[in-house]
Structures are given as C-alpha cells and as structure tokens.
Nanobody, 126 residues
Framework: QVHLVESGGGLVQAGGSLRLSCVVS????????MGWFRQAPGKDHLFVSG???????DYADFVKGRFTISRDNAKNTVYLQMNSLKPEDTALYYC????????????????????WGQGTQVTVSS
C-alpha cells in the first residue's frame, strides 16, 4: 500500500485556474498508472483524467481542452492543471494509484485503483 497526498485545491472564481498535485510515497512510482477523480456532495466518484506509466493520457469529455494531467517520476508526483474553471467543477478531488500487474482494467472506475488520497477541495464561484 502506498500513501497519496493531494494539495493545491482552493477557492477560485469562474474562469480561473488551479494546479493540483499528488505526491506518492513509493519507490516504484514509475510503475503506477495514476488517475484523478472528483466527488461532488451526494454524488459518486467521477473519473476526471488518467495517465499511464508511459505518459499516455485520458480525459473525461467535460474537462477536455481545459484540464491537463502530467507526472514527474523524479518527484513521485502527478499534477492536474485546471484552467477555465466552471462552478460545476466544484468538488473534492482525489488522486488514485494502481500498480501495473499486466491485467486488464478500467481506469475510469474508482474501485479498480489500489490506493487513494484524502482529497483536496476545489470550489469555483460564479
């Protein structure tokens, strides 16, 4: 099990930007696929973006063109750059990690990751 710590959330006006970070405590971070999810009050965890260990990226349609995921293996960190934020982006944002084991899986499914952070709150005012 690894430990994930998110940071970078906050209150921002619509149209603004935030950069979320997630530091992973693992010596084999480079062997993990990473994902960002969000959860609004009363709603399920929703896939936002994912990045494989090789750097391939994937985005939910509602953030395409606005959010960018990246990773720095030297720093054991995955980032989510969020631009053109909208009030509907308000949620608790989580990062998630899954160790590569060769099996097929759905990166869009919260339950298929191995470890999750505690979340960082993003609030976008109108």
């Amino acid at each position: 099990q690894v430990h994930l710590v998110e940071s970078g959330g906050g209150l921002v006006q619509a149209g603004g930007s935030l950069r979320l970070s997630c530091v992973v405590s693992s010596r084999t971070f480079h062997d993990y696929d990473m994902g960002w999810f969000r959860q609004a009050p009363g709603k399920d965890h929703l896939f936002v973006s994912g990045i494989t260990r090789s750097g391939s990226t994937d985005y939910a349609d509602f953030v395409k063109g606005r959010f960018t995921i990246s990773r720095d293996n030297a720093k054991n960190t995955v980032y989510l750059q969020m631009n053109s934020l909208k009030p509907e982006d308000t949620a608790l944002y989580y990062c998630a990690a899954r160790a590569i084991d060769g099996s097929s899986w759905s990166r869009h499914s919260w339950d298929e990751y191995d470890d999750w952070g505690q979340g960082t709150q993003v609030t976008v005012s109108s």
